[in-house]
């Protein structure tokens, strides 16, 4: 999932090196938490939260297969 994550905002954001994904797991979830530039901040949210709400589809639905919940934070 991890890796998952960080294809994505890489391709989304001006500073691709800047892009750092930490990952949290527990017994119930996993958790992604998603650094980038402060720049790049708006890139990744998007427009009233819509690619946010993307990424977090798109990890959902590769997560389903594992039976773990997967939650996706952008930390800045």
């Known amino acids: 999932m ?6 994505i905002a890489k391709s989304l954001v001006d500073e691709p ?10 017994e119930k979830a996993i958790l ?3 650094h980038v530039a402060q720049k790049d901040m708006g890139k990744v949210i998007g427009k009233q939260g819509r690619i946010a709400k993307a990424i977090r ?4 639905a590769a997560a389903s ?7 996706v934070e952008i930390v800045q």
Not at 2 to 7: D, G, S, T
């Open 17 to 26: 090196d800047e892009v750092v994904v930490t990952e949290t797991v527990n």
């Open 57 to 60: 589809s798109v990890v959902k």
């Open 65 to 71: 297969k594992d039976d773990k919940k997967v939650i």
């Open 2 to 7: 991890k890796e998952l994550v960080e294809v």
């Open 32 to 34: 992604l938490e998603l």
